[in-house]
């Protein structure tokens, strides 16, 4: 490992130079079978086709030119996401967190045109999203919080899953503008919240005139059997954040809102010098294409499901097993211990996985992977799993 690099990862020994579809080889010519997707962005797999070749098209004619000028693939991502998500109006940048940034920026606007001095978003407990200050600020997480104080202010925090403990903040509090939650937890483990409870908290910000912001930046994108997991509820949300898979690997994010909050920018109030280039825009349109074409929203859902009912089958008597939960292809499996470890373990045998909250195997696998890689990572997850029994002090 270089000494220059800083100090922020615990990278897995093995570097991979090469990819396709749902393999990845190092450069030592292994493959590995990927579970992971570089965390929920590979969702076509690697090296796909047609995203490399409108890549290496576009490389060849413009990467950038500045928000200058009009940019029209920009302009045609962003139709393509306001008639996926309903919204009305798209902000371009290059990151997760810069989606949240952009909402949060727009949330003190609108709660300013309000009349509110201080508006506070609700937030939940265990939630991420992501790492600069104001984005870490509304992070659930300590771990993520802690030595980067002071955080920016402003936000109330709720357990994640109870609409009643948002209504009794709703109650006490006058100086709230917005909810902002993931739909489905996707660093605290994968957590599905009850049914209705989205459809609740947008009761109740329609009561109190607040906006609901989704974070979907890992479950959005067909990952969990529809475009945005939101809409496993039909809810219509003021503000969407999407980022990781929009080009599958080209970084690009984006804020999507509706309403007044989508008028909330005026030239000058927001912006970026690479966001929305005509790379990553044009990428972006393809992978939404592809996307849609190939109704990768579907498939997820069909092997997602077939994944879970056999991880529940198999690790269901498992006395280390706490949990498996999951919607389409973003699936956690709780075990009842430390499980870091089963990173390398995995790894040694081929196949790539995560594991959050220290206790959870976290598995996103690219939407693509057929039947038979399907079941390939459930037989070795679950091997993983059952050795645990046998040798408890790995
Ligand atoms: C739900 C959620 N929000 C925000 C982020 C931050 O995204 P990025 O790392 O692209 O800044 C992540 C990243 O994992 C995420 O999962």
């Given at each position: 490992m270089s000494q220059h690099l800083m100090n922020t990862y615990a990278p897995l020994p093995v570097a991979f130079v090469r990819g396709e579809g749902a393999w990845l080889w190092d450069d030592q010519g292994t493959r590995y079978l990927d579970a992971i997707s570089g965390l929920g962005v590979c969702s076509l797999g690697h090296a796909h086709p047609q995203v490399a070749g409108v890549i290496a098209e576009q490389a060849g004619l413009l990467l950038h030119s500045?928000?200058?000028?009009?940019?029209p693939w920009q302009e045609r991502a962003a139709d393509?996401?306001?008639?996926?998500?309903?919204?009305?109006?798209?902000?371009f940048g290059n990151s997760g967190a810069e989606a949240i940034e952009c909402a949060l920026k727009i949330c003190r606007l609108v709660g300013h045109a309000r009349g509110q001095e201080n508006p506070?978003?609700?937030?939940?407990?265990?939630?991420?999203?992501?790492?600069?200050?104001?984005?870490?600020?509304?992070?659930?997480?300590?771990k993520v919080q802690a030595g980067f104080e002071p955080l920016v202010g402003g936000f109330v925090r709720a357990p994640f899953g109870d609409a009643e403990a948002v209504r009794t903040i709703a109650r006490r509090r006058g100086?709230?503008?917005?909810?902002?939650?993931?739909?489905?937890?996707?660093?605290?483990g994968i957590r599905v919240p009850p049914p209705g409870y989205l459809a609740a908290l947008r009761a109740v910000c329609d009561e109190h005139g607040w906006l609901l912001i989704v974070d979907e930046?890992?479950?959005?994108?067909?990952?969990?059997?529809?475009?945005?997991?939101?809409?496993h509820e039909e809810v219509l949300p003021d503000i969407l954040t999407t980022a990781k898979a929009l080009a599958n690997g080209l970084p690009v994010g984006a804020c999507a809102a509706r309403g007044a909050a989508a008028e909330a920018f005026t030239p000058g109030r927001h912006g970026?010098?690479?966001?929305?280039?005509?790379?990553?825009?044009?990428?972006?349109?393809?992978?939404?294409?592809?996307?849609r074409a190939e109704d990768l929203a579907g498939r997820a859902a069909q092997t997602g499901e077939g994944m879970l009912e056999s991880f529940r089958r198999r690790l269901g008597p498992h006395?280390?097993?706490?949990?498996v939960r999951g919607r389409g292809l973003m699936i956690g499996i709780e075990l009842d211990r430390d499980v870091n470890h089963l990173k390398l373990a995995a790894l040694q045998r081929g196949l790539l996985i995560n594991v959050t909250h220290d206790k959870v195997i976290r598995l996103l696998p690219p939407l693509i992977i057929d039947a038979s890689q399907a079941e390939q990572i459930v037989d070795g997850v679950c091997a993983l799993v059952e050795e645990l029994v046998d040798h408890p002090d790995d």
């Open positions: 500045g928000n200058l000028v009009r940019i393509r996401l306001a008639e996926i998500t309903g919204m009305d109006r798209v902000f506070g978003v609700i937030v939940m407990e265990h939630s991420f999203h992501g790492r600069t200050l104001a984005a870490l600020s509304a992070t659930g997480s300590r100086d709230i503008g917005a909810i902002l939650l993931e739909p489905i937890q996707g660093e605290a930046i890992q479950s959005g994108l067909c990952r969990t059997g529809k475009w945005y997991a939101h809409q970026s010098t690479f966001g929305g280039n005509p790379l990553v825009t044009r990428a972006a349109c393809t992978v939404l294409d592809i996307m006395p280390a097993l706490r949990d």
